[in-house]
């Protein structure tokens, strides 16, 4: 279930999920683990510019498919590695149409709803890391 969670995150910001981990689990030591903090804040900034890839190219699955199997082995060894990449694929198709179909039927703005995504991502990875208990 957490593995699942934060593919899910992945999904959505690559960058989540390892950030989130670095703060609650010291995923790497420091002065290392300042690099998973500064992509994951990172990431919520690039995404909100007109020049951002899209998550489903190639590249920007490859990152998804690395960071969520990075997560989920932490917190669930291969089992949640794998579970946490397939999430991680499905994750990112159904937030890119999802994001595109609410900014076409509201008419808000993609920046605010990229904003709220955020908030979703950092929620799923916080509410993942916690449910996978203590290291």
Not at 33 to 62: M, Y
Not at 78 to 102: D, K, N, Q, S, Y
């Amino acid at each position: 279930m957490a593995a699942a969670g934060l593919g899910a995150a992945a999904g959505l910001r690559a960058a989540t999920p390892l950030a989130v981990l670095q703060v609650r689990r010291g995923l790497l030591p420091w002065p290392q683990g300042w690099f998973l903090l500064a992509g994951g804040a990172g990431e919520l900034i690039v995404d909100k510019l007109p020049a951002a890839g899209k998550r489903t190219s190639p590249v920007g699955l490859l990152g998804r498919i690395a960071t969520a199997g990075w997560a989920g082995a932490t917190v669930a060894g291969p089992v949640g590695a794998g579970v946490a990449v397939m999430t991680a694929v499905g994750a990112a198709f159904a937030g890119m149409h999802t994001r595109a179909f609410l900014v076409r039927r509201t008419g808000l703005p993609d920046g605010a709803l990229a904003t709220a995504e955020d908030l979703v991502a950092v929620s799923l990875a916080t509410a993942s890391t916690a449910l996978a208990g203590p290291r």
